[in-house]
């Protein structure tokens, strides 16, 4: 970034009046290099936050502060509903639109627990502009109050289209929730919330509790907008290199000035009286007929902290979390892990609410360790507050806190929008907005304060003297999800039978009403309405790095890159691992989840730690296997280390990452079974909260090798393999260890690609470490991957304790005779944001429905939260028709294109963008590849997406099928499937 962000394109003065905006205060925040300008608009009294500097990455968004008054879900579903259609853009679906034709880098909406956000970004100005005014006709103007259709199709409805019919509760909101209140994980968190600050707003479900969220009536919905959706009740935030003062014109002149200003009764209050609040709270979940329940209990002991404008404790906090759990030899957790109270122990810090919640939590807890783990939790406090913490642990981990506060990683997000999460957790409770941002003066008072007793005393104070806590326990229940089922279907019926003839015709009607409503298309006219920029405003060249130096060393490479890191260098070391067969692929995983959590020959685990949270920002071992473009049959498969640190660590990074992988002793068997009990801890928590991936990579293992090799690393077969070496670890651990060590010494001895992104400064002293470092280890091995090919074409059915499902099908595109092409990605576009969405989602009530093309011939189908199986299945099978019936004027086909570009230009961050292009070097997809499909995108016609007839009629008759979820929904269509799981 400059020095000085924006300083100005127009000199803004504090105090003076721009477009009826008075700007109270201008503050340079030199942590995020950043101005930032806070206004507020004297008319509506909307606040607006503009934090300027150079990033093209544009944010904005709108947020109302939004407290639940129960648990019907009211914020939720009007955060859905909004999107559905306002005065200016009276779409059905405006964000489906938007989706379509923008060139959005973030296009979502998102319901906090006292909060409502509307965030988009782009990189195109012109886009930026209409993507916020698309944004603030929704919250403003909503036509909610003209169709209660909305609410019956984004919330809830009785659902019944013939008499003979069962009448059934269908919503997307509805379905959704069902899917969240089969997590138990989401059950805890819940419960630790409502329980703890019982006599506040955070008591209630903001997301909805399903039992309740059919009672919420039209005009209570209505109510909760009028409520909050004012200007003197909102949050308007813009970020980035963009124009200020045309935005601020354009905000007052089309939106605020029509609003005066009004008391909006919307403060978030504190729990005052923790007297009569429960400190031990018992609740129930769900688990499938058979299990082994004395095993599978979650606690949780939680801590009211202080205030979350309190940033000096907040950032202890923090720290504290590093402390006490960042590793196996960490204080708390590995007296938890001793005690031998779980499976898997978890810490967090929730500070994303107006009074911050210190959690400790197990998963798949012992019954008659219920007592014990609150025991150890105190009596490690205890000794800690005796002791004192070791001078060096604190250090290293505010070194580590440090790096990652600088380094500001927002992953594939943009930055501004993290930025934006953080102001709103002080600027929503009345605090300054940028408070969190502006860290360096407390944390320098940290650094001193620690040495003398800071951490000790804080917790003494806020977790050993405070009374303001609960403690839950969730106990598990076979069958409950059944149970609960069961009780809802008696309950339609009873309420079927009390009503007369003509009510029930009056529902039939209402539902048909509702389902014409959504199969009728809106007018060309009115989709024309929707602003968007013109695909002559596209370049048509790809937006791919290539500024990459490669030096080659014997059968060793080194891709460096020079970027602005901010001080920082991002090392990857792949090591092409030759594997002969499934176990090893199950090893190699295992042997990643592993290190950090044993000795090495020179540290112990805790001295470990310390060595890596004082000179690192991170270390991760990932497997990443690449697939050839030209032969979709062969890929290769990297072990690879990732570190990064501050450039004057870049010798530490290199010993380090050798003391891990070449030292680590691995024959401390008890320190291995932690490890395969939490992983097998980790995988249920995976399958359970995102199931549309496991389902969509079950479908996928059969086509090809690499895909085989994914599940392999990362799925059910995985998942067989660690939970049997769990079951009968004392048997099998030496087998283990022995395997684990082998695939060491052959990840040491092959050859390896060094892959660096640096500033230029530290580019002279970056190629030096990495030609040292290759020619100390040299290549001895080959690389082949040597694993029997499995083609299988069951049909699976996976059975989880889950109200919902998720219904999925996959096939292989290539080996059924065709190439991939850029028009597929425009026809991914269109089945995903138009069949998928109107047939999955909005009739059928699914949370989400995804279509998955990729460029090395694999092709799937997956719904998510899905109340349905088989009309799922039934919607699937009529995508060809559909297909062959495409007709879509230019127009239309020109916004698909945008959309699909959008898709395809998502910026990278700074490390990312040599990771893309080594991916391309390893898969074989050259640049004249990429310029190719991108012109096949661009040059899409109507007829180019009808072509693709034939492969989707032949993806439906060949596809594999599997479907995970409730019992009694996969029932009806069992007879179509050979193969079953229950998973736990």
């Known amino acids: 970034m400059n020095e000085n962000p924006l300083e100005v394109k127009m000199e803004l ?366 009596n490690t406090f205890n000794d800690i507050v005796k002791k004192g913490i070791d001078k060096d642990i604190i250090r290293a981990a505010i070194n580590n806190f440090e790096f990652e506060l600088k380094e500001g990683d927002s992953g594939s997000h943009p930055k501004g929008l993290l930025y934006c999460i953080t102001v709103m957790e002080s600027w929503l409770y009345d605090g300054d907005p940028m408070l969190l941002l502006k860290y360096e003066n407390a944390l320098n008072e940290i650094k001193e304060e620690a040495e003398n007793g800071l951490l000790e005393n804080i917790i003494k104070e806020y977790i050993l003297e405070n009374e303001k806590y609960n403690y839950v326990i969730l106990s598990p229940k076979e069958n409950l999800s059944d149970e609960e089922d069961k009780e809802l279907k008696d309950k339609l019926k009873k309420y079927k039978e009390s009503l007369t003839d003509k009510e029930i015709d009056e529902l039939i009607k209402d539902t048909n009403n509702l389902l014409e409503m959504q199969k009728t298309p809106d007018s060309e006219e009115t989709k024309a309405l929707i602003p968007r920029i013109s695909i002559s405003d596209i370049d048509e060249n790809p937006g791919v790095v290539n500024d990459v130096e490669i030096e080659h060393l014997d059968n060793n490479d080194i891709y460096i890159r020079t970027d602005d890191t901010k001080g920082i260098t991002y090392l990857d070391i792949n090591y092409e691992v030759p594997i002969n067969n499934e176990e090893e692929v199950h090893m190699l995983s295992l042997l990643t989840k592993c290190f950090e959590n044993f000795n090495t020959e020179n540290f112990d685990i805790l001295s470990l730690n310390n060595e890596i949270n004082e000179n690192l920002g991170d270390i991760l071992f990932t497997i990443s296997p690449y697939q050839n473009m030209k032969e979709h049959d062969k890929f290769r498969s990297f072990f690879t280390c990732s570190v990064k640190a501050f450039s004057n660590k870049e010798d530490k990074m290199y010993e380090i990452m050798e003391e891990l992988l070449i030292r680590t002793d691995f024959d401390n068997k008890a320190k291995l079974k932690d490890v395969v009990k939490e992983e097998v801890s980790k995988m249920q928590s995976r399958f359970m909260g995102a199931t549309h991936r496991m389902v969509l990579n079950e479908v996928l293992a059969g086509i090809n090798k690499k895909s085989m090799f994914v599940t392999h690393l990362n799925g059910i077969p995985f998942y067989d393999f660690i939970k049997d070496l769990n079951d009968n670890f004392d048997k099998k651990a030496d087998e283990i260890i022995k395997g684990i060590k082998e695939l060491v010494q052959r990840i040491i001895n092959s050859r390896k690609d060094v892959i660096i992104t640096v500033g230029k400064e530290n580019k002279k002293q970056s190629l030096k470490h990495a030609k040292a470092f290759i020619e100390k280890y040299p290549c001895s091995n080959d690389t082949n991957i040597d694993i029997e090919y499995k083609k299988s074409d069951d049909n699976t059915i996976i059975y989880l304790p889950s109200m919902v499902n998720y219904v999925g099908e996959g096939a292989s595109y290539s080996e059924l005779g065709y190439k991939y092409e850029g028009s597929m990605l425009v026809l991914k576009k269109f089945l995903a944001t138009e069949y998928l969405w109107n047939n999955v989602r909005v009739m059928g009530g699914a949370y989400g429905s995804f279509i998955h093309i990729d460029k090395f011939g694999n092709l799937g189908l997956v719904s998510y939260r899905d109340p349905n199986v088989a009309r799922t299945y039934e919607m699937y099978s009529k995508i060809p028709d559909y297909i062959k019936n495409i007709d879509l004027n230019d127009e239309e086909i020109s916004k698909l294109i945008i959309g699909t570009i959008s898709d395809m230009d998502t910026p990278l961050n700074v490390y990312s963008k040599l990771r893309e292009y080594v991916t391309r070097k390893y898969t074989l997809d050259t640049y004249d590849n990429i310029k190719r499909r991108r012109k096949e995108v661009l040059t899409t016609t109507n007829d180019d997406l009808k072509r693709h007839y034939d492969m989707f009629n032949d993806f439906i008759d060949k596809s594999v099928k599997c479907v995970a979820g409730n019992k009694s929904k996969i029932d009806e269509i069992k007879d179509n499937f050979n193969k079953e799981i229950t998973l736990f």
């Open 13 to 378: 003065k504090q105090n003076e009046t721009y477009s009826n905006f008075l700007l109270k205060n201008i503050e340079k925040v030199n942590e995020i290099n950043s101005i930032s300008y806070e206004f507020e608009h004297i008319k509506s009294g909307a606040r607006l936050l503009f934090v300027s500097n150079d990033d093209k990455n544009k944010v904005f968004s709108i947020t109302f502060r939004t407290p639940p008054v129960d648990d019907t879900g009211s914020a939720h579903i009007l955060e859905h509903s909004v999107l559905c259609g306002s005065k200016k853009y009276p779409l059905k679906e405006p964000f489906v639109e938007l989706m379509k034709s923008s060139l959005n880098t973030f296009l979502n909406a998102m319901t906090f627990s006292d909060k409502t956000m509307y965030p988009v970004a782009s990189l195109n100005e012109a886009d930026f502009r209409n993507l916020m005014d698309v944004y603030l006709d929704a919250v403003f103007n909503p036509l909610i109050y003209d169709k209660k259709e909305i609410l019956e199709q984004e919330g809830w409805h009785y659902h019944i289209e013939n008499a003979d019919d069962d009448i059934k509760y269908n919503g997307v909101v509805y379905n959704e929730m069902k899917g969240a209140f089969s997590d138990p994980e989401d059950i805890l968190a819940r419960n630790i919330e409502s329980n703890l600050y019982k006599d506040t707003a955070y008591s209630y479900e903001s997301g909805g509790d399903p039992k309740y969220i059919p009672t919420l009536d039209y005009s209570t919905f209505l109510d909760f907008h009028k409520r909050y959706y004012h200007p003197s009740n909102s949050y308007i935030y813009i970020y980035g290199d963009t124009d200020i003062i045309r935005h601020l014109e354009y905000l007052d002149k089309n939106y605020l000035e029509n609003y005066d200003k009004m008391k909006v009764d919307s403060k978030l209050t504190e729990q005052t009286d923790f007297s009569s609040v429960e400190k031990r709270v018992e609740k129930f979940y769900s688990v499938n007929d058979g299990e082994d329940i004395d095993n599978k209990y979650l606690l949780s002991l939680n801590y009211s902290v202080g205030s979350v404008l309190d940033l000096k404790l907040g950032l202890v906090f923090n720290i504290l979390e590093k402390i006490l759990f960042d590793s196996d030899s960490s204080y708390l957790k590995k007296a938890l892990l001793d005690a031998d109270i779980a499976d898997e122990v978890m810490l967090d810090y929730n500070n994303g609410i107006l009074q911050p919640v210190f959690s400790i939590s197990a998963k798949n807890a012992k019954k008659d360790k219920i007592d014990e783990f609150k025991n150890v939790i105190i």
